[in-house]
């Protein structure tokens, strides 16, 4: 039996030390104190540190309140144990200015510049800047992820504070789901479905943002292959589409009732979706039993191929003025996949990736409407061209690549 090291020569665990005589203000705010005299973080925020008077901030020489309203302090006491509590206690309401501070920027700018590209015509404005909003106030979670979809939106119009609005987002979008997670715990009524409803829409919303976020959203900046984000967003829109489903009439016929409004005529003005669904359907035609001999997954691919053309058609007859026809197909499409095409995407298979960079091309139209899809097309035909490159499929990638590098979509 091998001899065990003596405890003193035993190897530490590698990790992070805990703070166990950390100052109070950093205890107070879960952080990791460096235990400096005064510590790091306490004189980078220009506050009074317990460290440099340990026992004096628990002794206080004279009642909180007598101190509080009297101006006979002595002046041979300026560092008294009450003098630093006044300290603790102005630090506290500056930290709670600050986050309020940020809430309200970020609750202007969603209300005032992040909804605009929503606000097309008057039933979508009655949407993103009333009801919606509405809903958030009565569920929290909603409101989380309204607030990250506007810092994220900051990080893009300032590059100079990207860091710090996209911290901002995140923070957000964390509180958010777990609100979420509690709130899904409960049964779907006719009360929260709404906002559910609108969470499941600005969770996909903010997937999309926080790649785009990502420098210039190629692959190199995020670690994680655009395919592979794209599917987790599908995943998501999936799993929330089918949380919703049962509460689906309630939706549409409640405060957010505007964003499905009876189709009246095609909307398809530049023909840019015509001639999308034309090449789809293509492509549909143009999968042989060949290409892939195993028939459940052949039916897998062309069932896919079949929802992205019928997205499309049915998004061309969703009227409106202004209805972003593209994009009803862009988020009706992962509600509607195969789960088992999503996998496949995911390893790899050729043909899976071909259809996905189609559907790039609704990215790519939408592009300048919205900016949370800026660099997304690119960024998926860059990896799928990378995956395909010398193989047969590469030259059913032509027609996407074109149009995605600004060729025509005729």
């Not at 805990?18 to 235990?35: A, I, L, P, T, Y």
């Not at 106030?137 to 504070?161: E, G, Q, W």
């Not at 409803?197 to 900046?221: E, Q, R, T, V």
């Not at 293509?282 to 999968?287: E, K, P």
Request: aromatic share 8%; charged share 20%; with cysteine.
């Amino acid at each position: 039996m091998p001899s065990m090291q003596p405890r003193s020569t035993q190897k530490k665990r590698l990790g992070l030390t805990k703070s166990r005589n950390g100052c109070v203000r950093c205890k107070r705010r879960r952080v990791k104190c460096d235990e400096k005299v005064p510590c790091s973080a306490c004189a980078r925020h220009q506050t009074s540190c317990s460290l440099e008077q340990p026992s004096s901030m628990f002794t206080p020489s004279h009642p909180v309140e007598k101190t509080l309203g009297s101006s006979s302090t002595p002046a041979s006491t300026p560092s008294s144990g009450t003098d630093r509590l006044i300290d603790l206690l102005r630090s506290d309401l500056a930290d709670e200015s600050d986050c309020w501070v940020y809430t309200a920027e970020l609750i202007f700018h969603y209300m005032s510049v992040a909804c605009l590209p929503f606000l097309s015509n008057q039933d979508l404005a009655a949407t993103f800047q009333v009801e919606i909003p509405r809903e958030a106030v009565s569920h929290p979670f909603l409101l989380r992820f309204i607030l990250a979809f506007s810092a994220f939106h900051m990080a893009h119009l300032h590059p100079d504070k990207h860091t710090h609005y996209v911290l901002l987002a995140n923070g957000h979008q964390n509180h958010g789901l777990r609100g979420l997670r509690e709130a899904l715990g409960q049964p779907v009524t006719s009360i929260n479905c709404h906002a559910l409803y609108a969470s499941s829409m600005f969770l996909a919303l903010n997937k999309f943002a926080a790649f785009s976020s990502c420098d210039d959203g190629h692959i190199h900046d995020c670690g994680v292959s655009p395919i592979h984000r794209l599917i987790n967003i599908f995943h998501l829109m999936h799993g929330m589409s089918a949380i919703v489903s049962s509460s689906q009439d309630d939706i549409q016929m409640g405060p957010l009732a505007r964003m499905f409004a009876a189709a009246r005529q095609v909307h398809d003005l530049d023909g840019t979706l015509l001639s999308l669904a034309e090449r789809v359907h293509a492509l549909q035609l143009s999968l042989n039993p060949e290409d892939e001999p195993d028939d459940n997954i052949r039916s897998v691919l062309i069932s896919a191929v079949e929802a992205l053309g019928q997205c499309i058609a049915d998004a061309r007859l969703k009227s409106g003025e202004s209805s972003f026809a593209e994009a009803r197909a862009l988020f009706g499409w992962p509600r509607v996949v195969p789960a088992l095409f999503l996998k496949l995407g995911r390893s790899g298979h050729p043909i899976a990736l071909v259809v996905f960079a189609y559907y790039s091309c609704l990215l790519h139209f939408l592009r300048s409407t919205f900016w949370f899809f800026e660099g997304w097309a690119p960024a998926l035909i860059e990896c799928i061209m990378s995956k395909l490159e010398g193989s047969s499929w590469q030259e059913m990638m032509e027609w996407p690549a074109s149009v995605v590098a600004g060729g025509q979509v005729s």
